[in-house]
């Protein structure tokens, strides 16, 4: 199983630098409806589903649309963006009562944080006491 809870054979290849739209990214087919996945969110610029896998009762990835394969990649222009995947992560957390009792955000980048689908998402964790500090 993947880092993002996806079955193996939904892996991308290992040298994920070179991605376009056009080659195989899993969340990109998810934004695209390629994929199916059960949807918590979506606008314009993001889209929120919940992991196949989930590490917690609550456990939601929220997307980029657009293709960006690491945090690695990301510049200034994308301020906002990471904002409002922060934002809609926030108030998905609020809509599952998880205010009170807690929840984590969680962006992995590289092979020691498991990082596996190379297209960025940010984990929504809750529902559980989670420990610290994580695995
Ligand atoms: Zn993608």
Redesign the pocket.
Known sequence: MSEAGLPSSASVPATPKV?T?KMS?I??EVVAGRVPAQKAYEDDTCLAFHDLHPQAPVHILVVPKR?ITSLLDVGATEDALLGSLVRVARDLARQHKLDERGFRLVFNTGADAGYSVF?IHLHLLGGRLLGWPPG
Do not use: G, K, L, S
Request: hydrophobic share 15%; charged share 0%.
């Open positions: 991605y739209q990214c969340f990109c293709h297209h």
